[in-house]
């Protein structure tokens, strides 16, 4: 991968990851790029909720559009197999809704260290780690209180929810086995 973005209607950056692209490793280029960017999906008619994939310049680009038009943007070289930029795509989402109820701009401004945590734990230096959310959900739960990156600086009660459905997913899964 490229890297993620997660833009807000108007365009302007919640939060950024770039890998292994020589021409956007400056700041400057990369807010070209979202600009650039921005105007391209603002050309297009996407439904909130809906998943897209475009080719743009020389990447392919998946995203996803929120409610509010928050854009969550994963794109990768041209080279790079569709199915694996939307499975990125959808781990990042998947893990954001699940701490997120709704997903929207003013959320996640206030969140950008767990945003970026989330997009750690999917990729690595722009290499697919973990698509699967379970995983990923447990890792973060499993994160200690005194850091400052942990999943109680959500501010909500959704610690508790949490483990509790990943135990209850972990507990499905096992019996999903058993039964084969």
Same mark, same amino acid.
């Given at each position: ?10 365009? @302007?950056?919640? +939060?950024?990851?770039?890998?292994? /692209? ?14 650039? $960017? ?6 297009? #008619? ?7 994939? !475009? ?12 409610? /509010?038009?928050?854009?969550?943007? $994963?794109? +990768? ?5 569709? %199915?694996? =930029?939307?499975?990125? %795509?959808? +781990? ?9 109820? #709704? $997903?929207?701009?003013?959320?996640? &401004? ?10 750690? @734990?999917?990729?690595?230096? &722009?290499?697919? $780690?973990?698509? @699967?959310?379970?995983? !990923? ?8 209180? /005194? ?6 600086? %959500?501010?909500?009660? =959704?610690? /508790?929810?949490?483990?509790? &459905? ?15």
């Amino acid at each position: 991968m490229n890297g993620v973005l997660l833009l807000t209607e108007s365009g @302007e950056r919640i +939060a950024a990851k770039y890998y292994r /692209d020589k021409q956007l490793a400056e700041t400057k280029a990369q807010f070209e790029f979202e600009a650039r $960017v921005h105007a391209k999906l603002n050309e297009m #008619d996407v439904r909130p909720s809906s998943v897209e994939s !475009i080719i743009f310049e020389k990447y392919i680009m998946v995203f996803k559009v929120y409610g /509010d038009g928050t854009r969550l943007i $994963v794109f +990768a070289p041209l080279e790079e197999n569709e %199915l694996l =930029v939307f499975s990125v %795509l959808s +781990a990042i989402d998947e893990t954001l809704r699940w701490f997120v109820e #709704d $997903v929207n701009a003013k959320k996640l &401004g206030s969140r950008l260290r767990f945003i970026m945590l989330i997009i750690d @734990e999917v990729l690595d230096d &722009g290499l697919v $780690v973990d698509n @699967e959310v379970n995983s !990923i959900v447990q890792r973060l739960v499993a994160t200690p209180e /005194d850091s400052s990156t942990t999943v109680s600086t %959500l501010n909500t009660g =959704v610690r /508790d929810h949490t483990l509790t &459905g990943a135990l209850f997913s972990v507990g499905e899964q096992l019996m999903k086995s058993l039964r084969s």
